[in-house]
């Protein structure tokens, strides 16, 4: 399951992609109560995804967020990760931040490790195949 705060984002940036064409700048405000997510919050997910180079602020009047990439470029799999971290069910069977388990003594013969392999590869398959403009479209 997603964390509230990677739902958040995707209803976040699913705004910040309808408007990315203008190439304005949106307030915080805005995409809060177009989305209904309080306004503190989505500030601290916002300045994570600009630190993460999926947007761009701008600061002053007119300012604002704004997608800093395409929104065909952006896959559901890069907010997750940079959100909620590991999409993996388990660690052992991450990509990006493998883990081993500490109660298991032979990953070669766990009979858990390929089930989750093959939840990981499902949910992969979507998530990356997924982007901003699907969201949209």
């Not at 994570?48 to 967020?65: F, I, P």
């Not at 799999?77 to 991450?94: F, H």
């Not at 858990?112 to 990981?120: C, D, S, T």
């Amino acid at each position: 399951m997603i964390s509230k705060k990677a739902k958040y984002a995707l209803k976040a940036l699913k705004i910040l992609a309808e408007n990315f064409s203008e190439k304005k700048p949106m307030l915080i405000s805005e995409i809060a109560e177009k989305e209904n997510i309080p306004k503190k919050f989505l500030e601290a997910i916002l300045l994570e995804l600009r630190n993460n180079g999926v947007l761009h602020s701008q600061k002053g009047k007119g300012g604002g967020y704004m997608l800093r990439i395409e929104p065909e470029k952006v896959t559901i799999a890069k907010i997750i990760r940079i959100i909620d971290g590991p999409i993996a069910p388990m660690l052992c069977v991450s990509l990006h931040f493998y883990g081993k388990c500490d109660d298991c003594s032979d990953e070669e013969s766990c009979k858990i490790r390929p089930i989750m392999e093959r939840i990981r590869d499902a949910n992969l398959n979507v998530y990356e195949k997924t982007t901003l403009l699907d969201m949209i479209s």
